[in-house]
């Protein structure tokens, strides 16, 4: 006698009639699937640093044009993840993180075979519009995808480390392929890596539902333009100065334009940054706390990574090495961090994790010129790394953890967005203070007030999320 259930169907568990082996199967690969973009855009924030000497004698950039190989993704990026996260509660989250995907995917093939300066900023342009595009919807479909809560737990944990981890492993393979191969595959790289994802996305990660609606022009326009005044201005403010006229307008612009947005976002029935978003206390706490831990972080990429080349004297490689200790930090931690969750809550662990960073920057910040890797750095990178994967995930949790599904991408673009301007803040503050105190001719002079400056930041991080404390303390009773 023939079965009645379809060929088709997967069998079941013969005593509870349900398919938990491949439900799990299918959500894992979906997650990892998706955290695989994620990791691909975190690389291209550090991957290309290293190869700019290469880059700037291989197509004969000028010194001002080179630093528009990294800032014209960083323009981009940052100005336009608001508005992909819009697009995807909009539009459908798969659907625009597979456009973005597609559009990173072919710029990083037209980057790597550009032969002039400005084929080159185009195509890293492209890139930052399509990660723009792409990025909210990493966090929105890993969150959404979830079944349950501990789940979206361990997603955020992973998303945190691969964002951050994924930063250092972006200098160990771009100086693995400069020094081995050429600057070209420092592009080359998310080609295969974005093929497969495109391939393997719609099948294993679910589709969320679209929140048709008028779409919020205005807001858009004013979101985006905010975003890229800002950067611009910070992005230029260490070279022509805070008191400038380029930075002063710069700013100017972007003032102008918040005030333009939220007038917007008040009257319009679909608006870009819902304004509930914003009601939430722990929700702006935990925007606060990434921004200021992502802007000090900023101290690790930029001044660590010349100490070790120019002081140290390593090479492309063996500096990007040099941060495998810090990594491994953080992947550590993000399998620990969501039992630490589940059991203390966000604001004990966001307290400890930056006054641990804070130690890590006061301990850097005594490296001198006859110093050793092993002596002077490595410590304080591994300290870094473990309290860096400590931060990021409650931090996050916060921002992403209550939000309404509908506002899931909105909400995922505003976190991301935050991080890039703490990080153009940061960077901005830090390389104002360590030039102030430059000699010409030495790299030392100067790294102490600036890794001060990091240490600064994560203080007012502590601060912040001490103000969480309380209510975090009543969540969590409760939740027992």
């Known amino acids: 006698m023939p079965s009645s259930r379809p060929a088709s169907a997967p069998p079941t568990d013969t005593l509870s009639g349900h ?19 994620q990791l691909m855009l975190a690389l291209d924030t550090t991957i ?50 597979e456009t973005g995907l597609a559009l990173f995917t072919a710029a990083s093939l037209a980057g790597g075979i550009a032969d002039t300066p400005g084929l080159l900023i185009a195509a890293r342009t492209a890139q ?91 807001g858009a326009t004013a979101a985006t333009g905010a975003a890229v005044a800002v950067v611009w201005a910070l992005i230029g403010a260490p070279d022509h100065g805070w008191a400038s006229p380029r930075t002063v ?19 319009v029935s679909g ?35 010349q100490y070790l080349q120019r002081v140290l004297h390593f090479s492309p490689l063996r ?29 004990p662990l966001l307290i400890t994790g930056t006054l641990g960073l804070t130690v890590s920057y006061v301990w850097l910040a005594d490296v001198g010129s006859t110093d050793t890797y092993a002596a002077a750095v490595l410590g304080p990178l591994v300290l870094n790394g473990i309290f860096a994967g400590l931060t990021f995930m409650p931090a996050a949790s916060l921002v992403v953890g209550d939000v309404e599904p509908e506002h899931a991408g909105s909400a995922s673009g505003l976190l991301q967005t935050t991080q890039q301007l703490g990080g153009a803040i940061g ?16 790299f030392v002079p100067g790294v102490r007030t600036a890794f001060f400056t990091a240490g600064t930041l994560t203080v007012v991080a502590c601060l912040m999320a001490s103000l969480l404390y309380p209510a975090d303390r009543r969540r969590t009773l409760v939740s027992r």
């Open 19 to 37: 398919r938990p082996q491949r439900r799990v199967s299918s959500q894992t690969i979906g997650i990892a699937v998706v955290l695989v973009v």
């Open 271 to 305: 608006p870009l940054l819902p304004p509930a978003l914003f009601h939430s206390r722990r929700r702006l706490g935990g925007l606060a706390v990434t921004a200021l831990v992502f802007g000090s972080q900023m101290s690790i990429f930029f001044l660590v990574v």
């Open 249 to 267: 307008a710069g700013f100017a612009i972007g003032v102008v334009c918040v005030v333009v947005l939220v007038v917007t976002e008040r009257r």
């Open 128 to 218: 930052g519009v399509g990660a723009a595009l792409a990025a909210p919807g990493v966090l929105a479909l890993l969150t959404t995808n979830a079944p349950d809560e501990s789940a979206r737990h361990r997603a955020l944990a992973l998303f945190s480390a691969v964002s951050i981890g994924g930063s250092t492993l972006g200098l160990v393979l771009g100086g693995l392929v400069t020094e081995y191969g050429t600057w070209r595959w420092t592009l080359f790289i998310n080609v295969p890596l974005g093929l497969a994802v495109l391939v393997l996305a719609r099948r294993f990660v679910t589709e969320t539902p679209r929140r048709p609606g008028r779409f919020d022009t205005v």
């Open 48 to 97: 290309v640093n290293v190869a700019l000497p290469r880059i700037g004698s291989g197509l004969h950039f000028g010194p001002a044009g080179l630093s528009w190989v990294l800032n014209a993704y960083t323009l981009a990026f940052g100005g336009l993840l608001l508005l992909g996260g819009r697009l995807g509660d909009t539009y459908g989250r798969l659907r625009v993180f």
């Open 427 to 442: 960077l901005a503050a830090i390389v104002s203070v360590y030039a102030a105190g430059a000699v010409p001719g030495a």
């Open 319 to 347: 500096a990007g090495l040099a941060f495998v200790p810090m990594t491994l930090g953080i992947f550590v931690m993000s399998r620990i961090t969501p039992r630490l969750l589940a059991r203390f809550g966000q604001a």
